[in-house]
Nanobody, 124 residues
């Protein structure tokens, strides 16, 4: 059974940084695509970033390109999201997701497994 556990959320001032981590267990993830999504109150869940575990290739939403960096640590089986230059509009619950098929999807429907989410709040 795949388990994804996020950590690292919190409250930060605009312009600050946070690093989210997703601990993945239960499978070998070498063929997976791992993604980060976020959902603000009253809004749909939206794509933030994704990474192919095997190659390390990365993909970003335009809204976070140049500010966020997704990475993976093979030894620790974790996927991280480094978030810099945070803005109030980045406030949301952030979710880690896993897609075993290996396609890079930018919609939630493309991911089979989800973590419980971690809250990120950026104050102005």
């Amino acid at each position: 059974q795949v388990q994804l556990v996020e950590s690292g959320g919190g409250l930060v001032q605009a312009g600050g940084s946070l690093r989210l981590s997703c601990a993945a267990s239960g499978r070998t993830f070498s063929s997976y695509v791992m993604g980060w999504f976020r959902q603000a109150p009253g809004k749909e869940r939206e794509f933030v970033a994704a990474i192919r575990w095997s190659s390390g290739s990365t993909y970003y939403a335009d809204s976070v390109k140049g500010r966020f960096t997704i990475s993976r640590d093979n030894a620790k089986n974790t996927v991280s999201l480094q978030m810099n230059s945070l803005k109030p509009e980045d406030t949301a619950v952030y979710y880690c997701a896993a897609n075993p098929i290996g396609t890079v999807a930018t919609t939630p429907y493309g991911y089979q497994f989800w973590g419980q989410g971690t809250q990120v709040t950026v104050s102005s």
